[in-house]
Structures are given as C-alpha cells and as structure tokens.
C-alpha cells in the first residue's frame, strides 16, 4: 500500500493536492503539537475538512503528546487508523482501545532510535505498526536504513500467525529506499517528497507501488 504524506503537498490547495494522488491506498496526515515534536502542522479541523473531500482513507499519524486525550476524536471524526508514538504515553495498550472503540484502527508508531522488543507483547491490540525511518517532526530527510531490523522482526511475527497488524514505514521513502523497506517486509510506505515533488502525484503512486510488486515477485 502507498500512502502520500500531504506535508509534503501544498497546505493552501489540500482538496486539489488529494486529488492530486488519486489511486492511493491511504492518504497519510502528519499531526505535529510543537510540543512531541519541534514542529507545529495541522490538527483535527483539517482532518474534517479532509474527509469532507475524499474517499481515500485517511492515515493519521500524531505526533503530539498526550495521545489518550487527543486520539480518540480522529477516530469520532471518520480518519480510518489513527496512530499515535510508544514514546508519548505510559499506557499505550488504553489508548489504543479507545481508538477502536471510537471506530478506527489503532496504530502505534516508534522513533528510530527507540527499540521494538519491549512492545512485542502489546502489539496484538493494534492494527498497524508505525516504523519511523526518520527523526519525527519535518519531512525531506534521509532514510534511516538500520530501523529495518524492527520491520523483519514484526513481519516473521505476522507471518508465523503470532500477530495480525499492517507493517507501515515513514521517513526518507523514495524510488530507491522503497526497495530496501519492501524486503524488509514492509506493507504500507509513507512516501511525501518523493510523490508531491514529482509532476505527476498519481502516476508517481503507481510506480512506486510498481517496486514494491517487483520485489515481491523477486522474493
């Protein structure tokens, strides 16, 4: 699955810049609080607005703290999964209940340098893994090519039947990394320059999801 983050798209025409990638699977919405994350986005508002103008579903990814009070009304407000970081709350398992319970899939998500053994055991109440391949907080950087290591450890997981979730990644995916993280095992790739600095958005999508098949197919 593609997912194109529309922090990368231009903020003042969002309802054309979704349109835009026509053709993906989720459209990922980067939430920033400037407190988790030196960087301030967009918040729950443009998440309604958002859903008021397509039918893909929306991916978000908060990076705020206190994701027990703020989590849940994405999930009221229709976003599909709402995922939120380990690193931000001391009861993730909580949080992630009362995501479902609001009617979304819950996600949790990891920064780079945060290891994945000690949420093993918690991952059976989520839905998706988020594996942050850059620092949170601004888009454009560099891929982190060792947080792989935690996509194959809960892709052999997911396939020996321990545990049923979506593997995503975030950061630094382009026409080259996505190769890397699709070996790894990954199922959903975040990807915003490299899909919103190109002319054609969609086609872009595409092609990307053309790699992935590729390396599938290889495997």
């Known amino acids: 699955m593609i997912a194109p983050s529309i922090l990368s798209a231009d903020f003042a ?3 054309e810049e979704v349109d835009a990638v026509a053709g993906a699977d989720w459209l ?10 030196p960087n301030l986005t967009l918040g729950l508002p443009v998440v309604q607005s958002l859903l008021k103008v397509t039918d893909i579903p929306l991916d978000c990814h908060l990076m705020i703290e206190d994701p027990a009070r703020w989590a849940p009304p994405y999930a009221e407000a229709g976003a599909y999964n709402v995922t939120f970081h380990a690193e931000a709350t ?25 290891p994945i053994e000690p949420y093993l055991e918690i991952l059976r109440n989520f839905d998706t893994l988020l594996v942050m391949s850059v ?10 090519a060792h947080v792989l290591d935690k996509a194959r450890i809960v892709r052999n997981l997911v396939d020996a039947g321990e545990l049923r979730l979506v593997v995503e990644i975030d950061g630094g995916i382009n026409m080259d990394t996505i190769e890397q993280a699709a070996e790894a095992g990954v199922d959903c790739f975040v990807a915003g320059s490299a899909v919103y600095g190109t002319e054609d958005p969609s086609a872009t999508v595409a092609k990307l999801r053309d790699r992935v098949v590729a390396v599938e197919a290889a495997n």
């Open 28 to 37: 990922h919405v980067d939430v920033m609080d400037n407190h988790f994350v």
């Open 90 to 114: 001391d009861d993730p398992v909580a949080v992630a209940r009362d995501i479902r319970a609001a009617g979304a899939k819950a996600g949790l998500s990891v920064k780079p340098n945060t």
């Open 13 to 15: 025409h969002l309802a």
């Open 135 to 144: 620092e949170p907080g601004f888009g454009g950087q560099s891929f982190i």
